[in-house]
């Protein structure tokens, strides 16, 4: 089986526990999130999940329709196929002297990244990109010695028109619905 | 009007249509209790310890098919509560738990009897909730109720400080639920059935596999209809038992570890397998690399991360088995497979799984087929777990649905005597005879105070073999018959049961039986009969741990296989 890192992008109500019992699923199942990001959304109410997983296609699926169980989970689909843009955002604290100050600058120029906070022996950057971008200024600026990193995780939006987890209000699923991604998956005729 | 918590709960339970809940007082719920008086129409049956709460609310609801009511108070009250909570998710059984938690100020600072069951539960509800005012209990009742009751069925626990019971607020109970993450797909795919209803009509050996989702959509006379239109074997897994007559010519019995051998056989050699509101448990496929080979595999099920978990999957249908079964079968173009049951045939005289051994002794096999013949089928038949439920599956015969209670999933040991007690209580009309290992029943032997106390007509038989039986089967077979730590001596049943007030009787010999069984029936009220059954009998088939449904051993080896892990 080969296991890829999947993007799963959730709409989960504004409820205490709900990370909880997602997290939870999670570990009971067997998976390691590699990175969880949650915001608020367009609707009050409702909460946008980002959780970057790795595993094969199968298992992935499984532990979609389980967290799709969870009663507070309004919609989880996994856009990883539909090339997503993904970004995430990162803040580090890089040591700087007088003599690697603008050295450092010019790096941080070049990634399009940001200083945010300046104080006498360091620099604060804010980087924003897919995860290479950040790998790759990360390991730029190793060599001045980073102090501390706060990363958020992914978060993605498939390109286009497509909004996979667009709901309106009011409207209920009609009867019969269309395929389960399990059900469209499956073979063609016989 | 403005009432108190306590009475906003009793009063939404009446509009559930609640009649019985199983309960245990404390302090966290005294304030519930002290509004009991003013609904008497809410039944409350004092258990022994709250395990049984849980059971008992499971064994009414599989026995009435509405939802279960149990109660607890906080802390040791909730956990006491835990295995029957696990017990009902995994067999897919609404019911709906209760506890007491500590008063709202108290939440999260270690007080007394202050235990997270919305954080331990998680994972063996199908969802729960920590009310913090009293103004969300009508609604979240209601929630409650929905839930455990669609779609897949399943526990909901409802969390409820002291205070939030004592708190007033205004009561109106809501007409209906709106759940935005929650709307069970209930119709098939129309062109997934079309291609279900291809694959059936093409089949040269189908086999239908059912499963307790046939009994819970009450979908009995569609499967019916498809197996009769089609002509397909039925095989039932051990839940599934009851969705379709064991009478009919189309029943195959049951089928895994300790299945039929045809049913198994007949798997294995089938082309088309219809699997209808069954989960693929382990315990029904054996290895499940080597399951059903040949077969191409339809699979019903409404819930839809059931569909190819365990096993590839050919054509997947999610929806109500009701309604997916209406249309399915309108395509089904009738037809025989007059080649197949030839060989089904020969193979159920090859294999003839229901035999009772010559033994001067007494043999539980003995037990369960006399209950069957003086009952004469028409009973709700209760079962511990190991090899008491297993007999119980094989050697009584199961026409109706819901006729067969017993602990799948989980596995419980102790489920019995509660799970019968709920069942009698949902169906007071009915003859329930509860099924009991030796070492189950002191599990929840203390019940037996609540049946005396309630007179709760339940018959029970204890299958006392002096064993952890099943497990003890496991030493001989594949341990080297090392019984370790699996022999028990047991009190005198007979003198316990007469302790808390029911009548009982020692049967050792196997002429006494039918009388015993007789006797029992006559009785008014509750009875238990001590059986002392052939210590070493062991259950076939059995299909050894590792080994696929093919292999199963049907007669006893005196040297078998390799030990396991
Ligand atoms: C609560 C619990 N503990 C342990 C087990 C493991 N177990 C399965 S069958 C069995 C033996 C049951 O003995 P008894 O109730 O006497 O039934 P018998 O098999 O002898 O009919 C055991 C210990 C279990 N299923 N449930
Ligand atoms: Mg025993």
Redesign the pocket.
Same mark, same amino acid.
């Given at each position: 089986m080969v296991t890829t890192k999947h993007t799963l992008v959730a709409l989960v109500e504004d409820k205490p526990g709900v990370l909880n019992r997602m997290a939870s699923l999670f570990r009971r199942r067997n998976f390691n999130i590699e990175s969880i990001a949650v915001g608020h959304t367009e609707q009050p109410s409702l909460s946008r999940m980002t959780v970057v997983v790795e595993g094969d296609n199968a298992k992935v699926e499984q532990v979609r329709k389980q967290l799709d169980k969870v009663i507070e989970v309004v919609k989880i689909v996994d856009i990883t196929e539909d090339e997503p843009v993904a970004r995430e955002l990162a803040l580090l604290k890089v040591k700087a002297t007088a003599s690697t100050r603008s050295e450092i600058i010019q790096i941080v120029d070049i990634f399009r990244a940001n200083i945010v906070d300046v104080s006498a022996d360091s620099l604060m950057v804010e980087v924003t990109g897919d995860e290479e971008k950040v790998d790759s200024l990360l390991e730029l600026l190793r060599g001045f010695g980073i102090r501390e990193i706060a990363r958020t995780g992914r978060i993605a939006l498939p390109r286009g028109g497509i909004a996979p987890l667009l709901v309106e209000e009011g409207k209920k699923p009609k009867q019969p619905p269309k395929p389960l991604p399990s059900e469209a998956e499956s073979p063609p005729n016989w | 009007m403005k009432k108190t918590g306590a009475q906003i709960l009793c009063e939404s339970l009446i509009k559930e249509g609640v009649e019985v809940i199983f309960g245990f007082p404390g302090g966290a719920v005294l304030p519930l209790y002290d509004a009991f008086p003013q609904y008497p129409q809410l039944r409350h049956i004092l258990v022994r310890h709250e395990q049984g709460a849980a059971h008992a609310a499971d064994g009414y609801a599989r026995a009435t098919g509405k939802t279960g009511v149990c109660l607890a108070t906080s802390g040791p009250g909730a956990t006491n509560l835990v #295995?029957g909570i696990a017990n009902a998710c995994l067999d897919s059984s609404p019911v709906v738990a209760i506890t007491g938690q500590v008063a709202t100020p108290f939440i999260g600072k270690d007080a007394f009897q202050e235990v997270d069951i919305t954080g331990i539960t998680l994972p063996i509800t199908k969802h729960n909730h920590l009310v913090l005012d009293a103004k969300e209990l009508a609604r979240v009742v209601k929630e409650a109720f929905y839930i455990a009751q669609t779609g897949r069925p399943g526990p909901v626990l409802i969390d409820i400080p002291r205070d939030v019971f004592q708190q007033e607020a205004e009561f109106t109970y809501p007409g209906k639920v709106s759940l935005s993450g929650y709307k069970p797909t209930l119709f098939g795919h129309p062109s997934q059935i079309k291609r279900a209803a291809g694959m059936i009509n093409g089949a040269e050996h189908p086999v239908i596999i059912a499963g307790r989702g046939v009994i819970i959509s009450k979908a009995f006379a569609e499967l019916r209809e498809l197996a009769e239109k089609a002509q397909i074997p039925v095989v039932t897994t051990l839940l599934g038992i009851g969705c379709f007559p064991e009478a009919h010519v189309l029943s195959f019995g049951m089928l895994g570890m300790h299945g039929m051998a045809y049913a198994n056989k007949a798997i294995d050699n089938a082309d088309v397998i219809a699997a209808i509101g069954m989960r693929f448990d382990d315990r029904a496929t054996g290895v499940v690399s080597a399951f059903a080979p040949q077969a191409r595999i339809v699979h019903i099920d409404i819930d839809p991360a059931e569909i190819g978990k365990n096993v590839r999957v050919d054509v997947p249908i999610v929806g109500d088995i009701k309604n997916v079964l209406e249309v399915l079968n309108e395509q089904i173009i009738p037809r025989d497979h007059i080649e197949w049951f030839h060989q089904l045939d020969q193979w159920r005289r090859e294999h003839p799984a229901i035999e009772i051994r010559e033994c001067e002794g007494l043999l539980?096999q003995y037990v369960i087929r006399q209950i069957y013949e003086v009952t004469q089928g028409d009973a709700i038949i209760v079962t511990?777990? /190991?090899? %008491?439920?297993m007999?119980a599956a094989q050697f009584f015969f199961y026409d109706k649905p819901n006729s067969l209670i017993s602990s799948g999933g989980? /596995? #419980? @040991?102790?489920f019995e005597l509660p799970a019968a007690i709920g069942a009698k209580v949902g169906c007071p009309d009915e003859t329930v005879w509860c099924i009991? /290992?030796?070492?189950?029943?002191? @599990?929840t032997i203390q019940e037996l105070a609540t049946i005396a106390q309630e007179n709760i007509a339940v018959k029970i038989a204890i299958? %006392? %073999?002096g064993?952890?039986?099943?497990?003890?089967?496991w030493q001989e077979l594949f341990y080297g018959r090392r019984y370790v730590h #699996?022999q028990?001596s047991g009190p005198d049943f007979v003198k316990i049961a007469e302790a808390y007030g029911l009548a009982a009787l020692r049967v050792r010999d196997k002429r006494e039986v039918t009388a015993a069984i007789e006797k029992a029936m006559e009785h008014q009220g509750p009875f238990l009969i001590d059986f002392i059954v052939e210590p070493e009998e062991n259950v076939f088939p059995i299909v050894p741990p590792g080994a696929t449904l093919v292999e199963a051993l049907e007669l006893p080896r005196p040297e078998i296989v390799t030990p396991l892990t």
């Open positions: - | #295995t539980p511990g777990v /190991g090899q %008491n439920q007999w989980l /596995g #419980t @040991m102790g009991a /290992g030796d070492g189950g029943f002191q @599990m299958i %006392n %073999n064993y952890l039986g099943m497990v003890r089967q #699996t028990l």
